[in-house]
Nanobody
Framework: QVQLVESGGGLVQAGGSLRLSCVMSGGAFREYAMAWFRQTPEKTREFVAVLGWFGANTYYSDAVKGRFIISRDNDKNTVYLQLNTLKPEDTAVYYC?????????????????????WGQGTQVTVSS
């Protein structure tokens, strides 16, 4: 059974940076497209970034484009999300997700229904 475990969240001041990690176990990591979503109590789950099978296809939401970077290390079964120039509105629980059926290219934000496996989430809090 595929399991995803996120880490790296925390409290940071506006303008700061964090790096989130998500490790997969129980699956062939390189066969999955990986994505990050986020959710606050007031909002539905929101797409953040996606990275295809071989790291060649990426797509970012407008809210994070130019500030966040998604990457993967297939040898470590890990996907990363580098969060730069953080803003208070980036405060959320961040989830990683895995999709085996489609690996890109991406021309629009994928829906959360496309992803088969989810982590438990890691809290990111940005203070003003």
């Amino acid at each position: 059974q595929v399991q995803l475990v996120e880490s790296g969240g925390g409290l940071v001041q506006a303008g700061g940076s964090l790096r989130l990690s998500c490790v997969m176990s129980g699956g062939a990591f390189r066969e999955y497209a990986m994505a990050w979503f986020r959710q606050t109590p007031e909002k539905t789950r929101e797409f953040v970034a996606v990275l295809g099978w071989f790291g060649a296809n990426t797509y970012y939401s407008d809210a994070v484009k130019g500030r966040f970077i998604i990457s993967r290390d297939n040898d470590k079964n890990t996907v990363y999300l580098q969060l730069n120039t953080l803003k208070p509105e980036d405060t959320a629980v961040y989830y990683c997700a895995a999709d085996r059926d489609y690996g890109g290219p991406y021309f629009d934000s994928p829906g959360d229904y496309q992803f088969d496996y989810w982590g438990q989430g890691t809290q990111v809090t940005v203070s003003s």
